[in-house]
Structures are given as structure tokens and as C-alpha cells.
């Protein structure tokens, strides 16, 4: 058994649903800390949710490895931060008698591995550790600083999870230059996709005020979802963008609509519309809100609209952490790997406010969430490999940035 799936195991077995972590930060900062990474623990949230997260980092001993410029000009010298991130909880198993084995025992059958996390994402946070351990072997004074950072809370509301670290380490001053997440991110094998930027998402409720009254006589009353019908078939065919050539355009969807009092005979007093945008990097949150409110106002309606910002989108173009990946998986695969930005939102969204240049990178993503969730014991190894083979690759390209200066 490898030491790769010999840890995968072992983060399954931790029983971790959002947002508890089962004991995988423990073990991961154990092993982390005989590499000498200096270990913090940072927990947040309410005594009901309690959120842990973990920050660890390794401190290159070189002293120069990439050149950049102050405000005034001249040249300042700092050693490039590679951060792998990922998240220790995991969904809901639902009916455990569904499964074929228990889900946190971990289980072999016709090569693959089953368990929750197996693919989201226990695969990865292994596969990060032992790359990690396997490189600082290989070059304890590579001109990297190394870190990771964990939450339990990506599964849950994520208000207590990585974006407090991100908070906190933009407090302190602490600069990022590469962040991996470990999301599953591969179709039909690892390595075929990473996902080199996320849309936002941004939610709104919206409440059209009309009058109640009497079925029977409706020009003693005004139905508001008669009123918000015309503003509702604008919005369906709105185009908000035509996005660019690494987004889709932005959608904009209703979810729920809610009006009336549950009689036949009552024309309802309001009608609360939940709506949602995945935008692209072409719009702004206040861009869609402003041409969306103009639209309400131009059908004489009389509302209230609440706004939720979920995430902004962030993209990361082709350059020096994609281009290290995109060698790293070609090497290890053969494989021409896909860049996208498909999908829903990930922890990606807050590090890409405090580090420049974020991908995803991770197993098949075909199980995730589902009963009999698992992940090809053939892909693991690999996974491993092609993390670690990211650190050469950037570790090189910074060794000859230090060279030229």
C-alpha cells in the first residue's frame, strides 16, 4: 500500500461532516510538523458550529528566489508562497443503508476505494501531504515557501472557514503567489481538467407589493403576481454579458416563487421572487443589481430587494502556475489537461482575493456527494505525482529567476 492511500484511508475513517473535522487536521499537522512547517490552529464560529481550521507553513531557507518591483522602482527580492488548500469535512452520508459498506470505513472493491470524502476531497489532502513530504526530501532548500490550509467548513456556510484564514493572513501582512485547491476536478481521469477560475454567484430575494382582496372582485385588490409578470418575461431574456474566452455568459435563474395565502379565493398581498446569478468576470455585482433594479422600476413595481454576494469570480490566466501544472500532468499522464471554469463556487473565491494566480486541481468528480462515493485506486498515485511535480517544476523556474538576478 502506498504511503498516498495508506493516508486517504486514514481521512476517511475520521467520521468529518461539516463542520466537524474527525481528528484529519491532527494527523495532517502532525505529519506536516516533522517537516518542519510551524502549525497554527485557528477555530471560529459560534459554540454550535464550531469551525477548525488549520494553517501551516514551511519557510524556505533561501533568501532571494523571485524579483519584484517597490513604488519607487528598484528591485525587492522575496522567496514565492505555494499554498495547497482543501477542506476536511464532507457532506451528509444520507441513509447509511444505502451504501454497500459503511461509509467512513473505508473499502476496497474491484480497484477502487470507497468512502465519504474519498473523492471530496480526502484523495487530494493525502495526495498534498505525501507530495510534500516526498519534495522536501528531495530539496530541503528549495527556493519556495510551502504552506496548507484547511477548513472544516467548505461544506457548510463557509463563514467561519477559509475566508476567516484568508482575513487573517491579509491582516498580517502574509503574501500568496500560488494556491492549488484540491478540488475534484477530473472527468474521466486526473489530470484531465483543472479549473482555472470560478464564476461569482450572487443571490437576490425580491418582494413585489401588490393589494390583497377578494378573488371575486378584483378592482378592490392588485394581484402582484399578475404586476410582476411583464418584468419577470424581460428579465428571462435579458443578456447580461456575452462572456469572454474562459467564461460562459452570465446566467440569471429563478429558484423559488412564493405568493398567496394558500385559499382559492384570495388574491395574495405580495409575491417574494428567489433568483440567482452566475456571473463571469464581464459583470460586477453592482453592474447586475443596477441594470436588474432598473428593469423592476421601469414596470412601475413596487418592491423590496435584498442582495447576497456569495463569492466573486476569479480567474486565473495561462502563466507560471498554470503552465507548472499543465507540465506536471503532461508528464505524469500524457494528458493534454483542459482548462475550465464551469460549475459552482469553492473556497478558490477567497484565496484568489489575497493570491494572485489559483487552480483547482483534483480526482474524477463523478461520486461526490453520493451515495458510494469513491475514487479509482489507479488515480491516486498519479494525483500525488503530478502535485509534486508542480513543486519541481516551480521550484526550477524560481532557482533560474534567482540565477538571472
Known amino acids: 500500500m502506498s504511503a498516498t492511500l495508506q493516508l486517504t484511508e486514514q481521512l476517511i475513517a475520521c467520521p468529518s461532516v461539516t463542520p466537524e473535522d474527525g481528528g484529519c487536521q491532527d494527523i495532517i499537522a502532525q505529519r506536516l510538523a516533522a517537516l518542519g512547517f510551524v502549525c497554527e490552529t485557528i477555530e471560529s464560529g459560534p459554540a454550535d458550529f464550531r469551525v477548525k481550521n488549520l494553517w501551516a507553513k514551511r519557510t524556505s531557507t533561501q533568501k532571494q528566489a523571485l524579483s519584484h ?4 522602482g528598484s528591485a525587492i527580492e522575496k522567496i514565492a508562497t505555494l499554498v495547497f488548500a482543501g477542506h476536511t469535512d464532507v457532506v451528509p452520508t444520507g441513509p447509511v443503508a444505502n451504501w454497500q459498506s459503511d461509509p467512513f470505513s473505508p473499502t476496497h472493491r474491484d480497484g477502487k476505494l470507497y468512502g465519504r470524502g474519498a473523492s471530496d476531497m480526502k484523495t487530494s489532502l493525502a495526495a498534498f501531504v505525501v507530495a510534500l513530504e516526498e519534495f522536501v526530501v528531495q530539496q530541503p532548500d528549495a527556493p519556495l515557501n510551502l504552506a496548507l490550509l484547511l477548513t472544516s467548513d467548505e461544506e457548510g456556510p463557509a463563514n467561519d472557514g477559509t475566508v476567516v484564514v484568508c482575513r487573517l493572513l491579509q491582516e498580517r501582512g502574509e503574501v500568496l503567489d500560488y494556491c492549488i485547491v484540491g478540488e475534484p476536478t477530473s472527468v474521466q481521469a486526473t489530470g484531465d481538467m483543472i479549473k482555472n477560475g470560478r464564476r461569482g454567484t450572487m443571490s437576490g430575494k425580491l418582494t413585489v407589493k401588490g393589494v390583497q382582496g377578494h378573488i371575486a372582485y378584483p378592482h378592490l385588490a392588485k394581484n402582484p403576481i399578475h404586476l410582476l409578470s411583464p418584468a419577470l418575461a424581460e428579465l428571462v431574456d435579458v443578456v447580461w454579458d456575452q462572456g469572454n474566452d474562459f467564461f460562459p455568459p452570465t446566467t440569471w435563474q429563478v429558484s423559488n416563487i412564493h405568493g398567496g395565502t394558500g385559499a382559492s379565493n384570495v388574491i395574495p398581498g405580495t409575491v417574494v421572487v428567489d433568483f440567482n446569478f452566475r456571473f463571469s468576470t464581464e459583470s460586477t455585482p453592482q453592474s447586475l443589481q443596477t441594470r436588474l433594479t432598473e428593469i423592476l422600476r421601469k414596470h412601475g413595481l413596487d418592491f423590496d430587494l435584498a442582495w447576497t454576494v ?21 508528464a505524469e499522464t500524457g494528458l493534454s489537461t483542459e482548462l475550465s471554469t464551469t460549475g459552482g463556487t469553492s473556497d478558490g473565491r477567497f484565496i484568489a482575493q489575497i493570491c494572485p494566480q489559483v487552480i483547482e486541481l483534483g480526482p474524477p468528480n463523478a461520486t461526490i456527494h453520493k451515495i458510494d462515493e469513491h ?3 489507479a488515480d491516486i498515485e498519479p494525483l500525488k505525482n503530478i502535485y509534486r511535480r508542480v513543486l519541481e517544476n516551480l521550484s526550477a523556474t524560481h532557482a533560474l529567476a534567482k540565477g538571472a538576478a
Open 69 to 72: 518591483a517597490n513604488t519607487e
Open 310 to 330: 456569495g463569492g466573486l469570480p476569479f480567474l486565473t490566466t495561462p502563466g507560471a502556475l498554470v503552465g507548472a501544472v499543465q507540465a506536471a500532468i503532461s
Open 375 to 377: 475514487v479509482r485506486v
